[in-house]
């Protein structure tokens, strides 16, 4: 069985209803457990529609009590009518006022074409008045999930509203370490996303080391491990120095596109795409590497062909830059792998072109669930279902529109991290 993402539903059936809108027609009488794989899924996408329309009828509701009656009355109504906490209710009235601006998003999100969230995403980013392309904005949210969507819009912000976002971060930042009454402990904590990076860099490269080197039997780390015992294992070796293993260097990625006529480097941000603040900038740079895109500091090809499996360094850094993480999901590139997407085993050549950032979970969908990377209609690769047609001008299962001259106008800066002793 397998559950899949809203935006691989094709072919629903709707209904024209009052004023000539659609609705997904479903049955919620019918017995999911009678229904075939294939009519769960179809199932799925309808109730999708369904509830995408409910949530976006409850925020023209909301919309207009806040009109009314101003916004407090409005998030306390959805409390006492909805019962739901009093942070949601705040935060559903703030965005259904916010869409008072952006009335397209407002009707796509009422047709069912958008989530909540994309609209969430939207509202914030289009609240700029130099980057309101909200058609464009749109275009993106119904060909990907949300969370990569927000990936996507993150090198819309200003610099100067990333340095006051960094701050507020900063200021909000916390940690908590308790024992509970078995004797047991709870790690937590919230870092703002210059220090959250270098976390989850350091954090995944002790993670990576503990996945290929595994300790020698005689530690304490015997028996079978699961990817969450890894983790832990990863997390603990970190703070505390002690681990079966050497502890590993480690290295962030920034990011910048380089301006040919101004001779000057713009728009800094990590591989997730997060802009760099400002404040953050010469710390980084005074530590860094400049390193052309195209190469790596050995100058290793981005073409290997069948000599090697394993990607090179340089090839790793270009992922990083181009894909900005697992292609199909949020996850960081620092905790995703290179993946051929013609598989090696297959003939697939280690070249830029055939690779794409994968996380474990996604990796796991392909070669254990018979998913299938393929390009969407923007020409960015994630994940479709078993039995997916491949679009009609495929003509070949390679990362779309890639080649070295794409590379040129990217520069990476590596800012190496020496471990502690």
Same mark, same amino acid.
């Given at each position: 069985?397998?559950?899949v993402?809203?935006?691989?539903?094709?072919?629903?059936?709707l209904?024209?209803?009052?004023?000539?809108?659609?609705?997904?027609?479903?049955?919620?009488?019918?017995?999911?457990?009678?229904?075939?794989?294939?009519?769960?899924?179809?199932?799925?996408g309808?109730?999708?529609?369904?509830?995408?329309?409910a949530?976006?009828?409850?925020?023209?509701?909301?919309?207009?009590?806040?009109?009314?009656?101003?916004?407090?009355?409005?998030?306390?109504?959805?409390?006492?009518?909805?019962?739901? #906490?009093a942070?949601?209710?705040?935060?559903?009235?703030?965005?259904a006022?916010?869409?008072?601006?952006?009335?397209?998003?407002?009707?796509?999100?009422?047709?069912?074409?958008?989530?909540?969230?994309h609209?969430?995403?939207?509202?914030r980013?289009?609240s700029?008045?130099?980057?309101?392309?909200?058609?464009?904005?749109?275009?993106?949210?119904?060909?990907?999930?949300?969370?990569?969507? #927000?990936? /996507?819009?993150?090198?819309? /912000?200003?610099?100067?509203?990333?340095?006051?976002?960094?701050?507020?971060?900063?200021?909000?930042?916390?940690?908590?370490?308790?024992?509970?009454? *078995?004797?047991?402990?709870r790690?937590?904590?919230?870092f703002?996303?210059?220090?959250?990076?270098s976390?989850?860099? !350091?954090?995944?490269?002790?993670?990576?080391?503990?996945?290929?080197?595994?300790?020698?039997?005689?530690?304490?780390?015997?028996?079978?491990?699961?990817? !969450?015992?890894l983790?832990?294992?990863?997390?603990a070796?970190?703070?505390?120095?002690?681990?079966?293993?050497?502890?590993p260097?480690? /290295?962030?990625?920034?990011?910048?596109?380089?301006?040919?006529?101004?001779?000057?480097l713009?728009g800094?941000?990590?591989? *997730?795409?997060q802009?760099?603040?400002?404040?953050?900038?010469?710390?980084?740079?005074?530590?860094?590497?400049?390193?052309?895109?195209?190469?790596?500091?050995?100058?290793?090809?981005?073409?290997?062909?069948?000599?090697?499996?394993?990607?090179?360094?340089?090839q790793?850094?270009?992922?990083a830059?181009?894909d900005?993480?697992?292609?199909?999901?949020?996850?960081?590139?620092?905790?995703?792998?290179?993946?051929?997407?013609?598989?090696h085993?297959?003939?697939?050549?280690?070249?830029?072109?055939?690779? !794409?950032?994968?996380?474990?979970?996604?990796h796991?969908l392909?070669?254990?669930?018979?998913?299938?990377?393929?390009?969407?209609?923007?020409?960015?690769?994630?994940?479709?279902?078993?039995?997916?047609?491949?679009?009609?001008?495929?003509?070949?299962?390679?990362?779309?529109?890639?080649?070295?001259?794409?590379?040129?106008?990217?520069?990476?800066?590596?800012?190496?991290?020496?471990?502690?002793?």
């Amino acid at each position: 069985m397998f559950v899949v993402p809203l935006h691989y539903v094709t072919g629903m059936e709707l209904v024209t209803g009052p004023g000539g809108s659609h609705r997904a027609a479903v049955d919620f009488d019918a017995d999911v457990g009678e229904f075939s794989d294939a009519e769960l899924v179809e199932e799925l996408g309808r109730v999708g529609v369904l509830r995408a329309q409910a949530e976006a009828r409850l925020a023209d509701i909301a919309a207009e009590v806040a009109r009314r009656d101003g916004g407090r009355a409005a998030s306390e109504a959805m409390r006492y009518k909805l019962h739901v #906490s009093a942070r949601q209710a705040n935060a559903e009235v703030a965005l259904a006022e916010s869409l008072r601006e952006h009335p397209v998003t407002a009707a796509e999100w009422r047709a069912g074409r958008i989530t909540a969230g994309h609209a969430r995403v939207i509202a914030r980013v289009a609240s700029d008045p130099e980057h309101c392309d909200e058609a464009a904005l749109l275009a993106m949210a119904c060909d990907h999930p949300v969370d990569v969507f #927000s990936r /996507m819009t993150r090198r819309w /912000m200003k610099p100067e509203r990333s340095a006051d976002e960094r701050r507020r971060q900063r200021q909000a930042r916390w940690a908590s370490l308790v024992q509970d009454p *078995d004797g047991s402990w709870r790690l937590s904590a919230c870092f703002d996303a210059d220090a959250g990076k270098s976390v989850s860099v !350091a954090f995944n490269a002790m993670l990576r080391r503990f996945r290929n080197d595994p300790p020698p039997p005689a530690t304490i780390y015997d028996g079978e491990r699961s990817g !969450a015992h890894l983790r832990a294992d990863a997390l603990a070796s970190l703070i505390t120095g002690q681990a079966p293993c050497e502890r590993p260097d480690t /290295m962030l990625l920034v990011i910048a596109d380089y301006d040919i006529c101004s001779q000057q480097l713009r728009g800094l941000r990590y591989d *997730d795409a997060q802009p760099v603040a400002p404040d953050h900038i010469a710390r980084l740079c005074a530590q860094a590497q400049i390193l052309p895109a195209i190469f790596s500091a050995d100058g290793d090809p981005l073409w290997l062909g069948r000599a090697a499996r394993r990607a090179s360094l340089g090839q790793r850094i270009v992922l990083a830059a181009r894909d900005g993480g697992c292609v199909n999901c949020a996850a960081p590139a620092d905790a995703a792998a290179p993946h051929h997407i013609r598989w090696h085993s297959r003939g697939g050549p280690t070249d830029i072109d055939n690779l !794409a950032l994968l996380c474990d979970r996604c990796h796991h969908l392909i070669h254990d669930d018979d998913w299938h990377l393929r390009p969407n209609n923007h020409n960015h690769q994630h994940l479709q279902p078993p039995d997916t047609p491949p679009p009609a001008n495929q003509t070949a299962v390679i990362h779309p529109g890639f080649c070295a001259g794409c590379l040129l106008w990217i520069s990476v800066f590596v800012w190496w991290v020496l471990a502690a002793a």
